[in-house]
């Protein structure tokens, strides 16, 4: 069973674990700047949020790559950039409409989330479960849930 | 089901694979001109600084991919295209009928009108080709002229100065990319590439290049001055490859104008890419932008119409990033504004920072950055979205660099405070 990132922004205490650990992982340093997740920061309402790449089935940074330096990765689901392949032409991180794919300036590459190869670090270092690594089903049916509430919310208040 | 696609560029590329994946029993034909396997001239910039060797450049791996896909590529050109008969001709090969037909030939550099445009030592960049003799004569030391700093200049100009060459852009609007950057934008980026030891002059034009030597040229400028130069590239914009269709009654305006469906004025012929006017999400108007996404877009969506899959095209956000001598610079939609409503904007000369965003409403509608490069997708995504900002607009105008926040504040229904 293909599992997934679930995000509860609500339990999210804004310790930045997740970051520690995404850029360990990646980059061999603990250095928030370099995590592939990133957690915001709401001072006014005392929440945070974090943010990473959801995989999105349009996957258009996939789409938008001139050298099919970005593949899916079939077990996990993930799209994988290929640091080989990537030139660094940067398209695809005005194409993907989420911003989660990024240039990094000294690798001269693009680096996205891709969820550790299928045991993501940001979930187990998550102390309070704002991260979760489950079944897909699982996020399919909470997205579903959540956008059945929005359509409802905005049937109500027209 | 005859399918034949002209132009073997990321359009004509994508729209065979999604062809072959929609409509596996179909014949399909892929038509280029060029000798190589289907490459990307996104790519050419890094070849020119070796960072990759040409099949780096491939739109897709291995020489057998299209073979193995059960698409069949021919090289050849396309000398005519008779409507009636749904026949095309080809300069060398045998006359091929179809069924379904898509134009994605993409475009050329144009030629200015310059006396001396046509001499040995004068070099555009556009093709794999081109680059290799950018790339045998812009030795180290050697004396580089480039007229224009728009896309393709910019783009260039990095493996240019890699390359050792001394180094004059050449641009006739005020500033450098007019059409992706304003006034401020423009001029910060040619103050950086000045700054890196580039000679650039605006509202400058070259007037003439002449023989000096069997090697070399004078390029005489508007400004009175006069340079030598090994070479002189010539970049100053492209233009659609329509020639081959003069006569043909499809309609064509700055390119071959499509409805949503990626068809032309003439029934069972489309087009894509960078040879097609199509629909701009931002302007509501039919337009040539000339850029990858779009190129994407286009050929997924004509491949499903052509395939019988009714896809109707919502528009696409024109949309650059450009990496000047390591200055990033972006643009997004109605960049300029729309002219009635608010803008905002951070101007950090000192440290090359630049962002300006335009609304309607509490909509954003346009985007132009410097010196930015994080999350800078969610732009696209904002426009493309049309969200309603809410209070975060006031933030934005107050902060424009928020909008990550912006966005993610949104999803979770958080408000700025």
Not at chain 1, 26 to 52: C, D, L, M, Q, W
Not at chain 2, 23 to 51: C, F
Request: proline fraction near 5%; hydrophobic fraction near 35%; charge should be negative.
């Amino acid at each position: 069973m293909q599992r997934s990132l679930h995000i509860d922004p609500l339990k999210c205490t804004g310790c930045l674990q997740c970051e520690m650990a995404c850029s360990y992982h990646a980059e061999g340093a603990f250095n928030p700047s370099r995590s592939r997740i990133k957690v915001f920061t709401f001072h006014e309402a005392g929440r945070f949020a974090p943010y990473t790449c959801t995989q999105c089935d349009e996957a258009w940074c996939m789409h938008a790559c001139p050298v099919e330096a970005i593949t899916t990765d079939l077990e996990t689901g993930a799209k994988v950039v290929s640091e080989s392949k990537c030139v660094g032409c940067k398209v695809c991180t005005i194409a993907c409409p989420f911003g989660t794919i990024n240039y990094h300036h000294v690798s001269g590459k693009v680096v996205k989330c891709d969820l550790c190869g299928g045991d993501p670090e940001c979930a187990k270092a998550c102390p309070t479960d704002a991260i979760t690594w489950i079944d897909a089903d699982w996020t399919g049916l909470d997205r579903m849930r959540a956008s059945a509430e929005k359509s409802l919310a905005g049937v109500a208040a027209s | 089901m005859q399918h034949i696609i002209i132009g073997t560029g990321p359009a004509g590329v994508i729209a065979a694979e999604t062809l072959k994946k929609v409509a596996p029993d179909s014949q399909i034909t892929l038509i280029g001109s060029e000798p190589e396997p289907p490459y990307s001239r996104m790519a050419i910039p890094y070849y020119l600084v070796e960072q990759i060797g040409e099949e780096g450049t491939w739109l897709r791996d291995g020489e057998n991919h299209f073979a193995e896909l059960g698409i069949k590529r021919i090289t050849d050109r396309v000398s005519g295209v008779d409507t009636t008969s749904q026949t095309l001709t080809l300069e060398n090969g045998e006359p091929l009928r179809w069924d379904r037909l898509l134009i994605a030939s993409g475009s050329h550099p144009v030629k200015p009108p310059i006396p001396g445009i046509d001499l040995p030592q004068v070099q555009s960049c556009w093709t794999l080709e081109d680059a290799r003799q950018i790339a045998a004569r812009a030795q180290p030391g050697a004396n580089v002229v480039l007229m224009g700093a728009g896309f393709i200049g910019c783009i260039i100009l990095e493996a240019l100065h890699n390359r050792g060459v001394n180094l004059t852009v050449i641009e006739t609007g005020d500033r450098m990319v007019p059409r992706m950057l304003n006034e401020k934008a423009g001029n910060l980026l040619k103050s950086w590439t000045q700054s890196k030891g580039v000679t650039v002059h605006t509202s400058t034009s070259v007037e003439a290049i002449e023989a000096s030597s069997s090697e070399q040229v004078n390029v005489r400028l508007s400004n009175g001055e006069t340079l030598p130069a090994d070479l002189v590239i010539s970049a100053t914009g492209v233009r659609p490859n329509t020639d081959f269709l003069n006569d043909t009654g499809i309609e064509i305006r700055s390119g071959i104008v499509i409805d949503d469906t990626m068809q032309s004025s003439i029934d069972n012929i489309f087009a894509a890419g960078d040879v097609a006017e199509g629909y701009d999400f931002s302007t509501g108007m039919h337009s040539v932008q000339a850029i990858q996404p779009t190129a994407a877009d286009h050929g997924r969506i004509a491949a499903l119409n052509m395939a019988g899959i009714t896809t109707a095209h919502r528009g696409s956000v024109n949309m650059n990033v450009l990496d000047t001598l390591g200055l990033i610079t972006t643009s997004f939609g109605l960049w300029a504004g729309s002219g009635d409503g608010d803008e905002t904007e951070l101007y950090n000369p000192q440290s090359y920072k630049y962002i300006n965003l335009q609304f309607d409403g509490d909509r954003l509608i346009g985007a132009s950055t410097a010196g930015m490069t994080n999350h800078v997708g969610v732009i696209r995504g904002l426009i493309q979205n049309r969200t309603r900002l809410g209070p975060w607009k006031d933030r934005l105008i107050k902060d424009p660099t928020r909008l990550m926040e912006a966005w993610v504040g949104i999803c979770e229904n958080i408000s700025p405070g």
